[in-house]
């Protein structure tokens, strides 16, 4: 199956700055790139939808100003949490799909602002 | 949206048991995904349904695409300390954004030795 690479794995910031979350497909272009937020012991929640040469695509309730995404090349997807506070502490993923068959997923970041 | 309803929430079990778990919908889903997420990690597939019907397995695990497009089951059996983890079914809808994923809220498994 295709290679999904996140980066870092874990992260631990303070309260007011940014963070960067990189998300390489290895194995192949990946036009769309998908970011997921998930808290403890729940399932995963669609936060974006990384679309290559435009602007993201928010789901509802998904500050867009908050969890800045850029996806400068066909392999590589940024998520970046600004301002980031305590609230904003989760694990965050990110997936790709060649098509509507599969979908593979990164390490995840466990994010945590103190 | 649309919504996966997966049981059970989660099981305890002893090494050796099978176990099964199943994944319904109000709606037909074109793709029926199985995954397994351990602590700190991301989501690992571990088998992909694409016709009504259909029965796959893979090694322990058998999963099942229901006739209607409408529910999946997968079953483990014999299983080992190392199946511990959280499985989520996931679905790409038939008929919605081709590409993403709905997901069920997941089964969390415990293998007791």
């Known amino acids: 199956g295709a290679v999904v690479s996140q980066h870092p794995s874990r992260v631990i910031c303070k309260s007011g700055t940014s963070v960067k979350i990189e998300c390489r497909s290895l194995?192949?272009?990946?036009?769309?790139m998908f970011w997921y937020r998930q808290f403890p012991k729940q399932s995963l929640m669609l936060m974006a939808t990384?679309?290559?040469?435009?602007?993201?695509?928010?789901e509802q309730g998904v500050e867009k100003d908050k969890f800045l995404i850029n996806h400068a090349s066909l392999t590589l997807s940024t998520l970046t949490v600004t301002s980031a506070h305590p609230e904003d502490s989760s694990f965050y993923i990110c997936?790709?799909?060649?098509?509507?068959?599969?979908?593979?997923f990164g390490q995840g970041t466990r994010l945590t602002v103190v | 949206g649309q919504q996966l309803n997966q049981s059970p929430q989660s099981m305890f079990i002893q090494e050796g048991e099978d176990v099964s778990m199943n994944c319904t919908s109000s709606s037909i889903f074109n793709t029926w995904l199985w995954y397994k997420q351990e602590p700190g990690e991301g989501p690992v597939l571990l088998i992909a349904?694409?016709?009504?019907?259909e029965l796959t397995s893979n090694g322990r695990l058998t999963a099942q695409f229901g006739i209607t497009r409408k529910d999946s089951f997968l079953n483990i059996s014999a299983s080992i300390p190392s199946d511990v983890g959280i499985y989520f079914c996931?679905?790409?809808?038939?008929?919605?954004?081709?590409?993403?994923?709905?997901f069920g809220k997941g089964t969390l498994l415990t293998v007791n030795p």
């Open positions: 997936s790709t799909t060649q098509s509507a068959t599969e979908a593979f």
């Open positions: 349904l694409y016709k009504a019907g």
């Open positions: 996931a679905g790409f809808h038939s008929g919605g954004s081709n590409y993403k994923l709905t």
């Open positions: 194995d192949f272009q990946a036009t769309t």
């Open positions: 990384s679309n290559e040469g435009s602007k993201a695509t928010y």
